[in-house]
């Protein structure tokens, strides 16, 4: 901001106050309803609450028990872990692959750009459904190629409870991987030609150019990607809902499928807020350094 | 004058309003044999000049309902019933928010018309707070005779008997057993073999007192051993499977038998099929004398204006009379809780039913079902299912499972 700016219209009292106003209504709301209930649900994450809530200070008894006693908890937490890191990594790989070969001004870009974004068009929901036939046995891929004489042939990760994690992986990346792709190719059109256009007549080849000078300067595109795709790994729910239903057993439970059972199902809302927070913790510590670093970044600018 | 008119209007209305009341209820049978048995239901209240102002929920087998049903309690505007069965009337009892019922029961005799473990699921610190609607029973085996016949099997009425019925079906080409590999079907399954291998005191103790000791003994390790014996010998594309799903796999003949709530009689009803002939329902393997019941109920909230309370009490009192009893579980396919009906009102597979539950109450095998919320908390019945289904879908063992059932049982108390 320049110190020679004037502060807007001081004489007009309406029109100073009339930005405030519009925006009040929507201040408030948020206030409440984000933040008002961000606050509730750790105050009943903190008492015993069964049922219905109730606000008697009980200490951190449901953390306890949430990270010591419930194994179901782990397995949701070690499903999280492997599917946010397989799901971010192959999306960045596919997308970022995607995006340089479509960046080659290929014949009829518009249309394979279309058909590798068309799946974000649909939702989770369509998305595990259609997978979800796709891969069970009876159904889907196995029976086909069988079908087609491949007797031997296998593939029932689906139901398998070891595998069962990678086909949520499987989907969640043919979904996504598009949107990513769609990052990537805004960013390399957003690159400076005339830096590659140097690159050349120095004399260095198209994968080193890549390598080298492409990649690096897109570095605000993967952390943008990184950051979105957490977010979407973090509340994964609705695919897992539709594609495994947690399963088989609870095989393929996420944080999120995990809180809902627990607090809308099994009448314990203190425990599914516990939860709740930890996964709230998790998401801040990923929004938070880089919310802080990019202020840091404006600020400096 | 006018004026006179009008007043003189609004006064009738008034008195009128003092007499024929509204009950709002919750519920969430949505589907068409379920939508049409609660009509009867309106039917009868609208007879007393009463009106019945229809609250379904659809979807997730009550969850939702649930859900709305709270936040409209915590917001002090609970409806007049609500479908909330099990242990958890006690949890609304806590709350303070249910009305007492116990004039209508007295006069209705209900304590003489109910077994006595079904009445004290409905009373909450010893007075009526809910009443019953119907009868389901859980340990039901669904056969296919055509599947037997193929294989040269016998029905069996013991779990080794059910293995060697098994295998020969196997033998024939055919899947045994139609398993629908969701958690609650699991438990279904579970339950039934806790009830047939360790009997109706190991059952008490284990799914309804849920006694660690009960839960970490060697019987229950039997029990998970022949549980896993008999999930070996589904099919492949078992896991999610819907329950339904796995019924018509014994309608058609894929599978030799189910074992289900008697819910799946509709499946069979449905495609054509006629009992003794199309299909055969027995108790599941050692569970004949054995009664595992899920009762649907409604609680009754308090409500503020005598003429709506006065349209409660006459529908707690029209629920158990003969006229709803007969036509709702005509429709449903489940059996009357009053006691003493004619059998003859109801097919085949319902009048079993109907004389095991008699006898049954009288012998004290007539015991609650686990898996359908009857026999304890919903934090409770999570946890055993937990264990259950994560011990069927894995390789471990049943002494690990039976010992992870009695830490989780103990941790969600």
Redesign the interface.
Known sequence: MSETRTRGPRTGGLEGILPRLVLAPTFVAILVFVYGFIAWTAWISLTGS????NYKFAGFAQYL?LFT????WWVAILNLFIFSSLFIAFCIALGLILAVLLDQRVRAEGFFRTIYLYPMALSFIVTGAAW?WIL????GLERLVQQLGFSGFTF?W??D?KMAIYTVVLAAVWQSAGFVLALFLAGLRGIDDSIIKAAQVDGASLPRIYWRIIIPSLRPVFLSSVIILSHIAIKSFDLVIVL??G?????TDMPATFMY??A?????LAFGAASAMVMFLAVMALIIPYLYSELKGTRNA | MKRLAIAVLLLGLLAFSATAGEVEVLHWWTSGGEAAAVGVLKQLLEKEGHTWKDFAVAGGGGDNAMTVLKSRAVAGNPPTAAQVKGPQIQLWGDEGVLTNLDDVAKAEKWDSLLPKVVADVMKYQGRYVAVPVNVHRINWMWVNPAVFKKAGAKIPTTWAEFETAAKKIQAAGLIPVGWGGQPWQEATVFETIVAGEGGTDFYKQAMIEADPEALNSTTMVKVLETLRMVKNFADKGAPGRDWNLATAMVIKGEAGMQFMGDWAKGEFVAAGKKPDVDYVAVAAPGTARQFLFNIDSFIMFKVKSAANEKAQKAMARLILQSEFQKVFNQNKGSIPVRMGMDPKLFDIPGQLSMKDFAASSKSGDLVPSMAHEMAVMPAIRGAIMDVVTNFINSDMSARDAAEQMANAVQAAM
Request: net charge positive; charged share 30%.
């Open positions: 069964r049922l219905l809530p028990t006693r419930e194994p179901r979800k069970n046995p009876d159904l029932r689906l139901v409870s495994t239903r399963g088989p057993g609870y095989a059972a627990f809308f199902n099994r009448g314990r």
